[in-house]
C-alpha cells in the first residue's frame, strides 16, 4: 500500500506542470459590493458581487445573496463602479508608411490602461497586425483584444499610393490583405486567403458594385467571416450595402449619400460640393435606412470622435463645403438612428492622443454621443460595450457582465450615469478575470 503511495506521488511530480504553471492556476475571485453598470444598458444595480474564476464571469448577484464558494480571494470595493471592458469599434494601430509600427503595442499598453480591453482594426499593416493580434489574444495579456480586417475594395482603388507600402513589396490588390476584387474573380479563394491572414473581417471599402458586394458578403458569412463597410462604399450606397448583408456600417458622415441622387460612383471622386444642407438627417430617406438596419441588425460604427475633427481642419483640406454643417448633420443623423433602435458602436478611428499614456479617445466618442447624439450615459456605454461586441461578432464572449462571458471589466471611482466624462475615473482594468492595471496615482 505504502509503495503504491510512493509511486503514485513519483507518478505526480513527474506529470506535475512547471511551477510557474501551478503559481498561475486561477482561481476564484469575487469582486463585492460594487455598483454594477453591466453594459446591456440596465440600470445600474447597487451592492453587487461578480464571481471569477478562469478568467469568466461565473455568476453576478447582490453581495451577501450566495455564499462565495471555499477559497473565493476577495475583493471588496465598496463606492466604486464597474463596467465592461470598452471596445473601440474603429482603430487603426498599425499603418506606419516604413512598415515599422514599433509605436503600436505602446499604444495599445495605453489603451488597455484607460479601459480599452478590445479593438477592431479596420485596415493596416497586416504583417505587423498578425503577430500583435496572436499576441493579444492570450489569456491576460497587457494589451486590449485586436481584431482586423483585410481590405477588398474595386481595382481603380488601388490606385491609391497609400495602398503601396502597406502592400509589403507585393501589387496593391493582388495580396490577401488588399484585394482588388473583380466580378471575375474567384471569391471563395480570395475570401480564404483573406481569412488565413488572420483576418476577422472584411473591409468592404470602395469601388465595388453592389451585385459584387452581395456575393463577397455571402461568400465572407459562409467561411465565418464579419463583412466591415464603409457605409458609402461608391457605387453602392448605404441602403444597397445593408441589403447586401454586409454587418456593420462605418462613418455616420457617409450616410449622406443615401439622400443624393446622383452620389458619386468612385471613392476617388467623392468629393461633395453639397454643404449638407441638401439631406434631412431625420428625413424620409434616412428613416427607411435606419428600419431596414434595425431590421437586418445592421450596427453603426459612427466614428464622431475623427469626423468631428473636421470642424478644426484646416480650410480647404477636409473636401468638404462647410465641414461645421456636415459635422452637426452627423450629430443629427446619429441621434435620429439611435431613436430609431439602430445598434450604433462606439469607434473613434483614431485611438489613442499622441502619447501612449494619454486618455483613449473612446472617452471622447462616448462623452460625443452624449453630449451631441442624444444618447443617455447608459445608452453610451453599451455603444461601447455590448455594441462594440457585436461589431466584432464576439458578443457571446465579450461586451457585458454576465454569467458565462469573459471577464474583462473597468472598476471607476465615480458614477459614469451622473457624468460620462467619469469613464475616465479609471481604478484598475481586469482582463480575463486578470487584474492587469490598477491605477495607484489617484
Ligand atoms: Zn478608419
Not at 506535475?16 to 453598470?37: E, F, K, M, S, Y
Not at 482603430?91 to 505602446?106: F, I, K, L, Q
Not at 493596416?124 to 499576441?135: E, Q
Not at 444642407?277 to 459612427?302: I, K
Amino acid at each position: 500500500m505504502h509503495r503504491y503511495v510512493v509511486v503514485l506521488s513519483l507518478a505526480l511530480q513527474i506529470a506535475a506542470p512547471p511551477r510557474a504553471a501551478v503559481a498561475q492556476t486561477p482561481r476564484t475571485v469575487a469582486v463585492t459590493n460594487v455598483t454594477l453598470i453591466d453594459g446591456t444598458g440596465a440600470e445600474p444595480q447597487s451592492a453587487m458581487t461578480v464571481l471569477i474564476a478562469n478568467g469568466r464571469i461565473v455568476d453576478v448577484f447582490p453581495t451577501g445573496s450566495q455564499a462565495l464558494p471555499e477559497g473565493t480571494s476577495v475583493r471588496d470595493l465598496p463606492g466604486r463602479f464597474v463596467i465592461p471592458g470598452l471596445i473601440d469599434a474603429h482603430v487603426h494601430v498599425a499603418t506606419d508608411p516604413a512598415g515599422r509600427d514599433s509605436n503600436a503595442v505602446a499604444f495599445l499598453q495605453g489603451a488597455l490602461r484607460g479601459g480599452v480591453t478590445s479593438v477592431r482594426d479596420m485596415a493596416g499593416d497586416v504583417f505587423a497586425l498578425a503577430p500583435i493580434a496572436r499576441r493579444s489574444r492570450e489569456a491576460g495579456a497587457d494589451i486590449p483584444r485586436v481584431y482586423f480586417a483585410a481590405v477588398m475594395a474595386g481595382p481603380t482603388f488601388f490606385e491609391d499610393p497609400r495602398t503601396r507600402s502597406a502592400a509589403h513589396g507585393g501589387t496593391p490588390g493582388r495580396v490577401p490583405w488588399l484585394r482588388a476584387m473583380t466580378d471575375t474573380t474567384d471569391i471563395a479563394l480570395a475570401v480564404r486567403e483573406a481569412k488565413a491572414t488572420g483576418a476577422t473581417g472584411l473591409k468592404v471599402y470602395a469601388d465595388l458594385a453592389p451585385a459584387l458586394v452581395a456575393r463577397i458578403t455571402t461568400e465572407a458569412h459562409t467561411q465565418g467571416m464579419k463583412v466591415w463597410s464603409h457605409a458609402m462604399i461608391y457605387p453602392t450606397r448605404p441602403s444597397e450595402a445593408i441589403l447586401a448583408g454586409v454587418d456593420v456600417l462605418s462613418h455616420a458622415l457617409l450616410l449622406f449619400w443615401e439622400g443624393v441622387r446622383d452620389a458619386p460612383a468612385r471613392y476617388h471622386q467623392s468629393v461633395t460640393r453639397s454643404a449638407y444642407d441638401s439631406v434631412d438627417a431625420g428625413g424620409g430617406a434616412m428613416r427607411a435606412l435606419f428600419a431596414r438596419m434595425r431590421e437586418r441588425g445592421t450596427v453603426l460604427d459612427a466614428t464622431l470622435f475623427i469626423s468631428s475633427r473636421l470642424e478644426t481642419s484646416p480650410p480647404g483640406t477636409s473636401g468638404l463645403v462647410d465641414p461645421s454643417r456636415a459635422v452637426r448633420w452627423m450629430y443629427d443623423v446619429v441621434r435620429s438612428a439611435h431613436e430609431a433602435g439602430v445598434t450604433v458602436a462606439a469607434g473613434t478611428d483614431g485611438m489613442m492622443p499622441g502619447v501612449p499614456d494619454g486618455v483613449p479617445n473612446i472617452h471622447r466618442e462616448l462623452e460625443l454621443l452624449v453630449t451631441r447624439a442624444g444618447f443617455t450615459p447608459l445608452e453610451a456605454i453599451r455603444a461601447a460595450t455590448l455594441n462594440g461586441a457585436r461589431a466584432l461578432g464576439q458578443e457571446g464572449d465579450l461586451g457585458s457582465i454576465v454569467k458565462g462571458k469573459i471577464a474583462d471589466l473597468v472598476v471607476l471611482r465615480a458614477d459614469p450615469c451622473d457624468n460620462i466624462r467619469n469613464t475616465t475615473s479609471i481604478e484598475g482594468v481586469i482582463r480575463d478575470g486578470v487584474l492587469v492595471w490598477r491605477n495607484r496615482a489617484r
